[in-house]
């Protein structure tokens, strides 16, 4: 059976002229994951429409978690669905919502997957119109989260999410903002001694491999590793 290729990237904030999506397309991928801001969901225009019929016509599928810049009054209306052992909501038959707290299990490889972060410029933006509360996960998010990764022992291939655990906040930002995602995501990282080989994650708008198993996403394209 031929391997998979599996790319990842980081925010990619509804840029209508797809330019993340077509350089991923040179290098003939079966999967794209976007690590949250994926922002083709916003709205609810016929730019994102055509954007969104465009990326259908790619022969891969386009995996992605929520970030903060998300219109979930939008995102929220696409059926809930079962796909590769979790719940997704397919955008389009290949553009999918990997939800938060869900395990994948894809071509033999185990994903841990939870979007979301708190913005730190709430203050300056409106809610329903470019803030939506659900941003922050829900105590109940996180305790599904736990449970599920209670059924594989822990013990997954890859994470992916928008923000990061609160540790590796502070080595890259001098002045960071801690919120009860990076909180949460701290204990599973080192309370509750989750075991992955990579963690791949956004929302900072930095691309640097923080350390061999932990990786921030914004502009570059990596095969997963």
């Known amino acids: 059976?031929?391997?998979?290729?599996?790319?990842?990237?980081?925010?990619?904030?509804?840029?209508?002229?797809l330019i993340r999506f077509k350089k991923a397309k040179e290098l003939n991928p079966d999967y794209l994951i976007v690590t949250g801001d994926f922002?083709?969901?916003?709205?609810?225009?016929?730019?994102?429409?055509?954007?969104l019929n465009e990326m259908?016509?790619?022969?891969?599928?386009?995996?992605?978690?929520?970030?903060?810049?998300?219109?979930f009054d939008l995102l929220n209306k696409y059926p809930i669905t079962e796909w590769n052992g979790g719940l997704v909501q397919k955008i389009r038959n290949n553009v999918i919502r990997l939800r938060r707290g869900e395990i994948y299990t894809i071509e033999?490889?185990?994903?841990?997957?939870?979007?979301?972060?708190?913005?730190?410029?709430?203050?300056?933006?409106?809610?329903?119109?470019?803030?939506?509360?659900?941003?922050?996960?829900t105590s109940e998010e996180m305790q599904y989260g736990i449970e599920n990764l209670k059924k594989v022992?822990?013990?997954?291939?890859?994470?992916?999410t928008h923000t990061c655990a609160s540790s590796t906040?502070?080595?890259?930002?001098?002045?960071?903002?801690?919120?009860?995602?990076?909180t949460?995501?701290?204990?599973?990282?080192?309370?509750?001694n989750i075991?992955?080989?990579?963690?791949?994650?956004?929302?900072?708008?930095?691309?640097?491999?923080?350390?061999?198993?932990?990786v921030c996403l914004y502009k570059n394209i990596l095969e997963l590793k």
């Open 108 to 137: 033999g490889k185990t994903f841990f997957t939870f979007g979301g972060a708190k913005s730190i410029d709430i203050y300056n933006r409106f809610k329903g119109i470019n803030y939506w509360e659900e941003e922050s996960p």
């Open 1 to 17: 059976m031929n391997k998979k290729l599996f790319l990842i990237t980081g925010d990619t904030h509804g840029d209508l002229n």
């Open 56 to 71: 259908e016509k790619f022969n891969f599928n386009i995996l992605f978690v929520d970030g903060n810049h998300e219109n």
């Open 153 to 160: 022992n822990n013990n997954v291939d890859y994470i992916i």
């Open 195 to 214: 075991k992955f080989k990579t963690w791949y994650f956004g929302h900072l708008h930095y691309d640097i491999k923080i350390n061999e198993k932990e």
């Open 39 to 51: 922002g083709y969901i916003f709205d609810g225009g016929e730019d994102e429409e055509k954007a």
């Open 169 to 182: 906040l502070k080595e890259i930002m001098k002045y960071f903002f801690d919120d009860d995602l990076s």
């Open 184 to 192: 949460y995501f701290e204990f599973l990282k080192h309370n509750y």
